[in-house]
């Protein structure tokens, strides 16, 4: 039995979400006021033959204009040189006119990158060693530039490739920008850059947590005046994530693999047959062959396969204060209710079965905060177990550590501070997530934390 839920988060086909009413929108001759001014889409769009008609939804991004554009902004937007209140009417005046040049622009990114590179990654992908490793971003576009800045545009690292282990979403106050930043790097060049699917990258999950609340706010005085404009940016973002893959196998000759997720180890108890013994690799990418794009509604009433691949965004290692426990002893699996009881906990016995059975040397995750917050990363599970986090300031008001991980030619595995809690705290403010909304849209601000 699946949980009922709203038919719009099975709305995969990015095709299925252009109505009539967007596509009479959304027009050449609609969006012809904006020709040559500083919002015009077509700065960012490759030409097409003059005798060639093609409509404005069918036309394609050009990347690298697009990347180009949004390092300037960041450039400019995170100098404090010059300016240091995150606030001030400078940004605000950048954050409008950045929401006004994106808005028509983020329904053709998603398909694109939909087309030319989501859809060709299977839900495991396989990826050879030289890869900087980081963990959840949560809306912390001041992390984004950062990590272009001293790594992704630095030729030191021309040869490595880029993993992130999802949670672009929710939390902080620009997903927005992180989503098509992230995007425009994968649609440029998509074998450089691996994005995972978290939790967050769930529609279920960031219609709760602020990302829908976030979309509506910035986007809701669109050059169309149209609500269905909105709609479609939002829907967009999520039909792209349901095609993002679950986890990354790193694989050298010679070496035991590593595996990296958003979540952790899926709980064998959701196996039909075999269920002492732990998900092969060649398991989950069977069961799942047939399941991508998926919505993924956290449910505890979904299919077991559904369910095998959710716990791949969702587990976590169990907590260490109740390990020690008597009747926490026999079982590898928990229930984990705190998540809402469609997950579970893993225990240190489950970590080395999972590895020793798909011959890894370790599992690289995210998805916890508190594991990582000291030293931007942690180690658990006999060192077996590495958890990551690559958000600074996290939700504005936190004061932690961040980190990523480094996995060489050699299959040496090296995790580092990514940034200290000193080196971030002059941008604590530009990770606020205060906004005002529609008193008919989801409340956001009882779900920060």
């Not at 949560?138 to 001293?150: S, V």
């Not at 998805?367 to 990363?377: L, P, R, T």
Request: charged share 25%; aromatic share 12%.
């Amino acid at each position: 039995m699946v949980e009922e839920h709203d038919p719009e988060d099975d709305k995969f086909d990015f095709d299925n979400l252009l109505t009539e009413q967007v596509r009479r929108e959304l027009t050449h001759d609609n969006l012809k006021p904006l020709s040559g001014t500083e919002f015009d889409p077509e700065q960012f769009l490759k030409s097409v033959p003059p005798n060639k008609n093609v409509s404005f939804l069918d036309r394609e991004i050009d990347a690298k204009k697009l990347y180009q554009y949004m390092v300037s902004y960041m450039k400019v937007y995170y100098d404090i040189s010059t300016e240091m209140d995150a606030f001030s009417k400078i940004r605000q005046t950048m954050d409008d006119q950045l929401w006004d040049t994106l808005c028509y622009i983020i329904p053709l990114l998603c398909r694109q990158v939909i087309h030319e590179a989501l859809r060709h990654e299977p839900i495991i992908v396989t990826s050879h060693p030289d890869l900087l490793i980081f963990g959840d971003i949560h809306g912390n576009f001041n992390d984004i530039y950062y990590i272009n800045r001293h790594y992704i545009s630095n030729s030191k690292y021309d040869h490595y490739r880029f993993v992130f282990l999802g949670d672009y979403v929710d939390r902080g106050p620009k997903s927005v920008e992180v989503v098509v930043f992230l995007f425009t790097c994968k649609l440029m060049d998509p074998h450089r850059f691996i994005l995972l699917r978290g939790n967050h990258e769930v529609q279920k999950v960031n219609k709760k947590y602020g990302f829908q609340a976030l979309v509506e706010y910035i986007f809701k005085d669109n050059y169309v005046k149209s609500l269905d404009i909105t709609k479609l940016i939002y829907q967009s973002f999520n039909c792209a994530f349901n095609f993002l893959p679950l986890a990354a196998i790193v694989k050298q000759d010679g070496h035991k693999s590593i595996w990296c997720c958003h979540g952790g180890v899926p709980s064998s108890y959701l196996k039909a047959t075999n269920k002492d013994k732990p998900w092969t690799i060649d398991e989950l990418n069977a069961l799942s062959s047939h399941l991508k794009p998926n919505s993924l509604v956290p449910s505890a009433h979904a299919s077991k396969k559904v369910l095998a691949l959710n716990e791949i965004l969702w587990n976590d290692p169990l907590p260490r204060r109740v390990r020690s426990k008597p009747k926490l002893q026999n079982k590898l699996f928990y229930r984990n209710m705190r998540r809402g009881g469609h997950c579970h906990w893993f225990t240190e016995p489950a970590v080395i079965a999972f590895c020793e059975v798909n011959n890894l040397r370790l599992i690289i995750r995210g998805h916890q905060y508190k594991y990582s917050k000291e030293h931007g990363y942690g180690i658990d599970c006999d060192g077996r177990l590495l958890t990551v986090f690559s958000s600074s300031n996290y939700c504005g008001i936190e004061n932690n550590v961040t980190g990523y991980v480094v996995v060489n030619g050699e299959m040496i595995v090296t995790p580092s501070v990514l940034r200290k809690n000193t080196e971030s705290e002059q941008y604590r403010k530009f990770n606020f997530f205060e906004i005002k909304v529609n008193p008919k849209t989801k409340q956001i601000t009882d779900v920060l934390l």
